[in-house]
């Protein structure tokens, strides 16, 4: 019986952050792209960021260049793309490194508790307002406030946040004393701000107030070469929590795990990783899809099959290439959203009579 591939997790701990990419991925990525890899895997600078695709890349550039300043910032991107850690990583990059970090959902606060919750209020404001209180912003003065979900928040209080943030300048609820504020402004959303703002659902003076430095960042399948470095990553963390000993990830595995589309992106891909770490007997990760509480789509093994599948695979390539604009290789590029390396897909294409529709 033939053994099957795996990924040796001991076999490259030592690594530089170039090295770690190309162990894990082998010929998925390349060889020019991993040499010009200037990111660790998790590097203590951008500490739980895992990755080394030219979108992360690109993300974590712009995060340099603003986060020495203090200018506004807005984080906007899928659910479950890492937006919180982006945030930390800004303040933590910041001159304001030493003081809070704070942080708000938008969306788990009740519209009649959310404006107590970020200016604070006097004794007596309102039943129950037995003490005062101080809000984020006073908690956050001299460091960070992120505002998470910042779509969510109820148009009557957009004004008054409006005025935080232009004038650094709070008044608690129930109070008539202005509060001066030194706080640095990090938002996130995953909804489509300039859409709400055209439905009159978002101010656009806030809008553009918290856009000042907008920052995007790519979906799970807009950088499918970081999947098997983030697989990695959550089947050690996790495995070391609960005491498990995974030592390896099979090839057909990590396969499946690079071909699906992961809606709800790195948070969905974790939960995965941990589930599957609970349910492996052996020193190898065993993944079940179907068992996940995952909304799955067609998952294509890369590998040469039957005839009878030829046309399944045909479709899912067409699928991709169309979605890609025809773009082939590079970040958002069909072979990304395959997970395949850019030659193997264009072999793929030819034996399918797909490259000549895009030329």
Not at 138 to 161: H, R, S, W, Y
Not at 169 to 190: F, L, S, W, Y
């Amino acid at each position: 019986m033939a053994t099957a591939a795996v990924i040796d997790f001991g076999s490259f701990s030592n690594f530089s952050g170039a090295e770690r990419v190309h162990a894990v991925l082998g010929s998925r990525t390349e060889p020019r792209e991993l040499m010009n890899s200037r990111y660790e895997l998790c590097s203590t600078e951008f500490e739980g960021i895992v990755g080394a695709s030219p979108a992360l890349r690109a993300v974590l550039h712009q995060l340099r260049v603003v986060a020495p300043t203090d200018a506004t910032v807005l984080i906007e991107g899928e659910t479950g793309t890492g937006k919180e850690l982006i945030a930390r990583a800004i303040h933590n990059q910041s001159n304001r490194r030493d003081r809070p970090f704070v942080k708000v959902n938008c969306a788990a606060i009740p519209t009649e508790l959310l404006e107590s919750e970020l200016f604070g209020h006097e004794r007596g404001s309102f039943t129950g307002a037995v003490a005062q209180r101080i809000g984020r912003f006073e908690a956050a003065n001299g460091g960070t406030l992120f505002l998470d979900e910042i779509g969510d928040m109820p148009v009557q209080l957009q004004a008054k946040l409006l005025r935080a943030v232009q004038e650094q300048e709070i008044e608690r609820v129930g109070g008539t004393r202005t509060i001066q504020v030194d706080v640095r402004i990090v938002a996130a959303t995953n909804q489509d701000l300039k859409k709400m703002v055209d439905e009159n659902r978002f101010r656009a003076d806030l809008y553009y107030r918290l856009a000042v430095f907008p920052l995007n960042l790519p979906s799970l399948r807009e950088r499918r070469e970081d999947i098997p470095l983030l697989a990695r990553h959550f089947v050690q963390k996790h495995s070391r929590r609960m005491g498990r000993n995974i030592e390896s990830i099979p090839m057909d595995v990590m396969e499946r795990l690079t071909s699906y589309d992961w809606p709800g992106n790195i948070r969905e891909l974790q939960n995965v990783i941990e589930r599957s770490v609970v349910l492996s007997n052996g020193p190898d990760l065993e993944v079940t899809l179907s068992e996940n509480p995952v909304r799955l789509g067609p998952i294509v093994l890369y590998r040469r099959q039957s005839n009878g599948t030829d046309s399944a695979e045909r479709a899912r390539i067409l699928q991709a290439v169309k979605e890609a604009n025809g773009k082939i290789s590079g970040p958002g590029g069909a072979a990304a959203r395959l997970g395949l390396k850019r030659t193997t897909l264009q072999s793929r294409m030819r034996k399918h009579n797909i490259a000549r529709l895009f030329q």
